[in-house]
């Protein structure tokens, strides 16, 4: 397989950035509860506790990968995406 310079930079964004976008997208996933449109984020391997009381874009009140460890914003996790 060939690499060309944009798949490199894809490679590069989600190996260094995309640890911090872990709550962000969890954000997302809780901000229109209790609408039930396909938002809201199946996961394994991990938790989070969110408070819909709070204002979307500040609910999600803890994440923990794996269960039991709090996030860690300097880890390199790997994250499966299926499409």
Do not use: H, W
Not at 29 to 35: G, L
Not at 42 to 49: D, F, H, N, P
């Amino acid at each position: 397989m060939k690499l060309n310079c944009d798949m490199l930079l894809l490679k590069s964004a989600f190996k260094f950035n995309l640890r911090r976008y872990i709550k962000d997208a969890l954000e997302n996933a809780c901000s229109q509860y209790p609408k039930l449109e396909g938002r809201f984020a199946q996961v394994s391997g991990m938790a989070y506790t969110f408070d819909a009381a709070l204002p979307a874009g500040a609910r999600v009140v803890s994440v923990e990968i794996p269960k039991g460890t709090p996030l860690d914003e300097e880890k390199l996790y790997k994250v499966r995406l299926d499409g």
